[in-house]
């Protein structure tokens, strides 16, 4: 009995002191758990997040959503919402699925009139403490700014014959108004 326990002992020592040295955070693994996540960061997360939702929604009259995401773009100052669709792929196919995507992110509101005045408040709850307190520090424009740095883009795509989707029409639109701009090909 007691050869059959001195391979047993042997292994968890080795397994024990292999794990310390292997478990250790190395040098790139520090350095990401010391960078603090920001409330950007964190906004942008929960845009990302609401995006991928739309998928389960069943109220898109315009085309099925296929994907989506959030992103900034550091150089051209935009905060850049980009929503996929699969369809026929026509101008009108694309101006319906986008203004559907921007009702659905403005907390499903559908009407064009009621987006522009509850899109400053919609942005800036998603870039807002969970715990709903507010800095004292907080700029007082953060939903307008918000308003006027956000892009949100729209591609619809259609099936190829590689099997593939092949993207057809483009279109962008702000959240200052229901304007909807055509990207042509």
Same mark, same amino acid.
């Given at each position: 009995m007691k050869t059959s326990c001195m391979p047993l002992v042997a292994f968890l020592l080795f397994a024990g002191s292999s794990t310390s040295a292997l478990s250790e955070p190395g040098r790139v693994e520090r350095w990401l758990m010391g960078e603090p996540m920001s409330l950007?960061? =964190? %906004?942008? +997360?929960?845009?990302?997040?609401?995006?991928?939702?739309?998928?389960?929604?069943?109220?898109?009259?315009? %085309?099925?959503?296929?994907? %989506?995401?959030?992103?900034?773009? =550091?150089?051209?100052?935009?905060?850049?919402?980009? &929503?996929?669709?699969? #369809?026929? #792929?026509?101008?009108?196919?694309?101006?319906?699925?986008?203004? =559907?995507?921007? #009702?659905?992110?403005?907390? +499903?509101? =559908?009407?064009?009139?009621?987006?522009? %005045? &509850?899109?400053?408040? &919609?942005l800036a709850g998603y870039f807002a403490h969970e715990g709903g307190y507010q800095a004292t520090n907080q700029p007082a424009d953060v939903g307008e700014q918000l308003v006027r740095i956000t892009v949100l883009e729209a591609t619809v795509f259609v099936p190829a014959e590689s099997g593939s989707y092949a993207p057809r029409a483009r279109c962008a639109m702000d959240f200052q108004t229901s304007d909807v701009n055509v990207v042509k090909r």
């Amino acid at each position: 009995m007691k050869t059959s326990c001195m391979p047993l002992v042997a292994f968890l020592l080795f397994a024990g002191s292999s794990t310390s040295a292997l478990s250790e955070p190395g040098r790139v693994e520090r350095w990401l758990m010391g960078e603090p996540m920001s409330l950007f960061d =964190w %906004g942008i +997360y929960k845009i990302d997040k609401k995006i991928s939702e739309l998928k389960s929604l069943k109220t898109n009259q315009a %085309g099925k959503f296929f994907f %989506g995401s959030a992103n900034y773009d =550091w150089n051209a100052n935009r905060l850049r919402l980009k &929503v996929n669709f699969v #369809g026929k #792929g026509t101008d009108a196919e694309c101006v319906d699925s986008i203004k =559907w995507a921007k #009702g659905a992110l403005l907390n +499903y509101t =559908w009407s064009e009139k009621e987006q522009v %005045g &509850v899109a400053k408040d &919609v942005l800036a709850g998603y870039f807002a403490h969970e715990g709903g307190y507010q800095a004292t520090n907080q700029p007082a424009d953060v939903g307008e700014q918000l308003v006027r740095i956000t892009v949100l883009e729209a591609t619809v795509f259609v099936p190829a014959e590689s099997g593939s989707y092949a993207p057809r029409a483009r279109c962008a639109m702000d959240f200052q108004t229901s304007d909807v701009n055509v990207v042509k090909r």
